[in-house]
């Protein structure tokens, strides 16, 4: 039995607090990992507030976890004591199911998320997937910094692969935050003509640094309608209610829009734009581990990282603060 010191919030918003638990006995095909890094997500912060009211207390977050496997079982093969490695949003799945079976595995059937009832995350010193979830990192990336790759970097990475997105296309993204600044940086690696869609100006400089080619805002009704028909693809990382009818307009015909923000709200769409010129609408939520590993390879050979701020574990509920604050720039990680 391996006893676990961890981080729980006791009911819903309530501030984290020490917690200890016994793992059981390690299964075949599972994997223990010493964290060292941990990112911290809008998911971890609903979740301990229980807003979607699925959350289980005591409740232990993390899903954007490097460090170092201290054991495996029986029948793990792809990776060995010491290598460094990361886990993200989804710690086990059943291998059998269609999605599974066609490499789809984050749709599976009966997919476990890493911080999902039953499962404790990785706000620890140690947390336990299923070896298919558990991911090599590449020699060219930084522990320190990759955790938040495992969530907000696959979640925008995996619509470059799933959708065919060409090198050759114009692509928008609307909203240049934790998501966003890293699909500007896909974006121009993979080798598109990238717009960045921001209402913020102050992140003008910041999201042509990060890959832009053009900024747009996205408030500005004008700048909005003189880019009509110019993309063939709009990537959305935002939470809030836009024009959307104005946003869909900025797409060339066959274009994409692509939502990755989750809306609070529901979205109102005239349909008749998306039937005459043969648009698109889709969503997506991470992608599956081989996508995972590819992202991460293609990461660190195009230099791809998220800003990060760090905060000691300790100072967990300052960092939970500070989130919370819309003040982050851009992603924050737990260091242990």
Known sequence: MRTVKAFAAPQAGNQLEPFEYQLGPLGSHDIDIRVEHCGLCHTDLSLRNNAWGITEFPFVGGHEATGTVIETGAE??????????????????????SQCLNGDHNLCETVQSTVSPGRHGAFADIVRASG??????????????????????????????????????????LGIGG???LALQFGKAWG????????????NDEAMAFGAHDVINSRD??????????????????DVALDWNAIIAMLKPKGR????????????LQLM??????????????????????????????????????FPFEKINEALAHLESGEARYRIVLDN
């Open 76 to 97: 793990v093969t792809h990776v060995k004591t010491g290598d460094r490695v990361g886990l993200g949003g989804h710690s086990h799945y059943c291998m059998t199911c």
């Open 132 to 173: 298919v979830s558990v991911i090599k990192l590449p020699d060219g990336l930084d522990s320190r910094d990759a955790g938040p790759l495992f969530c907000a970097g696959i979640t925008v990475f995996n619509p470059f692969v799933k959708f065919d997105i060409k090198p050759t296309d114009r692509i928008a993204v």
């Open 221 to 238: 009704p004008e700048a909005i309608a003189a880019a009509a028909g110019s993309f063939d693809v709009i990537l959305s990382t935002v």
């Open 273 to 310: 734009p998306l039937m005459f010129s043969q648009l698109s609408l889709s969503s997506s939520l991470v992608g599956s581990p081989r996508t995972l590993a590819d992202m991460l390879e293609f990461c660190a050979r195009h230099n791809i990282k998220a800003v990060t701020e760090h």
């Open 192 to 203: 598109c003509h990238v717009t960045a869609l921001t209402s913020s100006a102050s992140k």
């Open 179 to 181: 998501l966003g600044h």
């Open 257 to 268: 829009l692509h939502f990755l923000g989750v809306q609070a709200v529901p979205a109102e």
